[in-house]
């Protein structure tokens, strides 16, 4: 009698944990018709801290699988959206300048974006007698679909501004006008503003959070150190210095954000 009331709650064991091998762990109602035919979970003797044991741990595998499912729909959304995102970013961005409009320039570029951002932007504007406006930014704490509107916006914005013939204090105060009416979620941009006489190489510049350009000779590298520490698109105001620099013949200029290490 005694070996027959040990076997038949083992059995009833053995058999809840076989259906439990073939179960779906996010199922809550499968699971508790499942557990409900444990034995009682009498912490008294073996058999109940068995069952107590299995009881406890199929709960517990269910919660972790939930909460992997949870994140792992998270991780797809997000990467959809920085997909997308991207998608907006390179298709706003021009991947050619090595036609004779940017002569007597030799531009080259390499963007390779992060896997969370869609925000980084640069062109360059011929604005004709070989006058050329170079533009380079970052969109700030933000990624995907956002990063890459906002940053829409903001180049656009630039390219207005250009062509219109503001200075360069003038064009950067209006983006940030523009931008920050309209900007509810405080998102910002950084912004390297410049304009280049290439038959002088005059450059007249503004450095709005930038990571410093470097000017690279044959025998020296130096940088362009003047830099307002500000961000456009925040506040209402944006009051900016314009900075001047003479390029040397045959030197380079290297703008970059600051995903360069």
């Given at each position: 009698f005694m070996i027959s009331g040990l076997i038949k709650p083992l059995q009833w064991l053995r058999n809840v944990t076989a259906e439990l091998s073939k179960l779906n762990f996010t199922d809550d109602e499968a699971i508790r018709k499942v557990l409900i035919k444990l034995p009682s979970s009498n912490p008294a003797d073996d058999v109940g801290r068995i069952s107590y044991a299995i009881s406890t741990m199929t709960k517990s595998i269910s919660e972790n699988m939930k909460e992997l499912m949870v994140k792992?729909?998270?991780?797809?959304?997000?990467?959809?959206?920085?997909?997308?995102?991207?998608?907006?970013?390179?298709?706003?961005?021009?991947?050619?300048?090595?036609?004779?409009?940017?002569?007597?320039?030799?531009?080259?570029?390499?963007?390779?974006?992060?896997?969370?951002?869609?925000?980084?932007?640069?062109?360059?504007?011929?604005l004709g007698e070989h006058r050329f406006a170079i533009v380079a930014g970052d969109v700030t704490d933000v990624v995907g679909v956002p990063s890459s509107m906002f940053m829409v916006m903001t180049l656009t914005l630039i390219r207005l501004g250009i062509r219109r013939r503001f200075s360069l204090s003038e064009v950067l105060a209006e983006v940030n006008r523009s931008l920050n009416a309209h900007n509810s979620n405080n998102i910002g941009a950084l912004c390297f503003l410049g304009i280049l006489d290439a038959d002088s190489g005059m450059l007249d510049y503004v450095n709005v959070g930038m990571c410093k350009p470097q000017v690279l000779t044959l025998d020296s590298i130096s940088e362009l150190s003047d830099r307002n520490d500000m961000v456009v698109g925040i506040q209402p105001d944006l009051n900016v210095t314009e900075s001047r620099f003479h390029l040397p013949e045959d030197a380079s200029l290297v703008l970059f954000t600051d995903g360069l290490t």
């Open positions: 792992q729909h998270r991780k797809l959304l997000l990467e959809g959206d920085i997909s997308a995102g991207m998608a907006i970013q390179h298709g706003m961005l021009s991947q050619n300048f090595k036609t004779d409009s940017y002569a007597p320039l030799c531009i080259d570029l390499k963007m390779k974006s992060a896997s969370v951002s869609a925000g980084d932007f640069y062109d360059v504007i011929p």
